[in-house]
């Protein structure tokens, strides 16, 4: 049994890497991390190419990775709230998985599981619910494919504002409109994902569940 967890994150060694790191370790199986960042992933073009080959026209890494999706028992996946919604790189890469559910579904009862990170605060009514839209469209694509969505997993990330250098001058300012007028980025504790407890033990629950489910296959 094997276990793919892909990161959509750019930033090397992010709070999403090891999240999803944490997760695979968690299955107890055989398991392989994806950072999409060390790929050329372009999206679907829609052109139906793949339809009697269940294989991808576009010429790049993405052929590659739907392989490995392909021939793997379960799949996390890992990605963060770029405005507000599930960033491109990983959106790019569920696209790409389109060509394995002609005909034969080969994601089909597959469990899987989402986590996300994301620097809005969950329960803020003023602000758009970023987590749960990065978690639902990768809940969506494995509901569609027949997939065994196990759950998702929300962390705590960091506004880019923090480390720009006119996180406090600057009229946009992702510090101001998530802290309040007075935050600075000094003021600002930078989110790590191994100083969160219940972050680590849902990630780790997660990760534990998939592989029970694959043990008792």
Known sequence: ????????????NSNTDRAVQAALKATGMDSEFVKLADYLVAPCRGCLGCLKTNRCVIDDDGV???EKVKQADALIVGGYTSYSSLDARTKAFLERLYPLRHVHGFMRGKPGAAIITTCM????????PAGEMGANAVMFYMAEEGMNFTGSVK????PPCIKCGRGDTCEMSGVKMLYGETATSASVAINTFECHPDAVAAV???GEKIGKMLAEK
Request: proline content about 13%; hydrophobic content about 40%.
């Open 64 to 66: 590659m990775l739907a």
């Open 121 to 128: 605060p969950a329960g803020d009514t003023s602000l758009p």
């Open 155 to 158: 962390i705590k990330g960091n």
């Open 1 to 12: 049994m094997k276990v793919i967890g892909v990161s959509g994150s750019p930033i090397p």
């Open 204 to 206: 780790r629950d997660l």
